[in-house]
């Protein structure tokens, strides 16, 4: 059976203070690992998908790297506005399964 | 401008009756989805279609209809035997199965 694991739970970070996100997969034949950002309310926003071992993408202070059985969000000198909960999510032969997420706090 | 549209924002429904959500979608995807999220939990998913005038059920798909008649429409129903409908749901969509999901902005359906 599919499964996508998220870790921590919660992360709190000072402004400025790098750290990063865990995402463990197990799922047959990967398609695509995907990355989210959620805001209170409001349906998940994509951020990037990576598709094969080696990968990296970056996008502001974010950047996604992918192993063969993990990816990692690194978040570097994060702002305020970086808190939301963050999803991760592998795309297998026919379905996505999704993590529970991170829900990240930066402290001004 | 492309992406997912859901309606109504919020809904609320008494006991006993069936409300549907609908999702439109003019991202020229083949697959729709709707996913039920419940305060702190993960997304599960309800439903999927991965092409038109076929649907198949998702890991919770119990009191829950949908239909598929347009490329560009999914709606859902959530029926009278759904015992817990309170909840935040989201429709999406992406290309095939398997690719990039991309979301509408949600639904909250509230029952009181």
């Known amino acids: 059976e599919d499964q996508v694991t998220q870790s921590p739970e919660a992360l709190r970070l000072q402004e400025g203070e790098s750290s990063s996100l865990n995402c463990s997969y197990t799922v047959s034949g990967l398609r695509g690992l995907f990355w989210y950002r959620q805001d209170p309310g409001k349906g998940p926003e994509f951020l990037f998908t990576?598709?094969?071992a080696g990968e990296e993408k970056e996008k502001e202070r974010l950047k996604a790297t992918l192993t063969k059985k993990e990816s990692f969000l690194h978040i570097t000198a994060p702002k305020p506005e970086d808190s939301a909960t963050y999803l991760c999510a592998a795309g297998g032969y026919q379905k996505v399964t999704f993590g529970t997420g991170t829900k990240l706090q930066v402290i001004p | 401008d492309g992406g997912i549209t859901q309606s109504p924002k919020y809904l609320f429904r008494k006991e006993g009756q069936n409300v549907t959500l609908s999702c439109e979608q003019n991202l020229n995807h083949d697959a729709m989805y709707w996913y039920r999220q419940d305060p702190g939990q993960g997304l599960r998913l309800i439903y999927y279609?991965?092409?038109?005038?076929?649907?198949q059920k998702g890991d919770i798909a119990e009191g829950y209809s949908v239909s598929r008649e347009k490329k560009e429409s999914f709606p859902l129903t959530v029926t009278s035997a759904q015992k817990n409908p309170t909840a935040f749901y989201l429709c999406a969509s992406s290309i095939t199965t398997g690719n990039t999901i991309y979301f509408g902005e949600g639904s909250w359906l509230t029952v009181v």
């Open positions: 990576l598709y094969s």
């Open positions: 279609s991965q092409i038109v005038n076929d649907f």
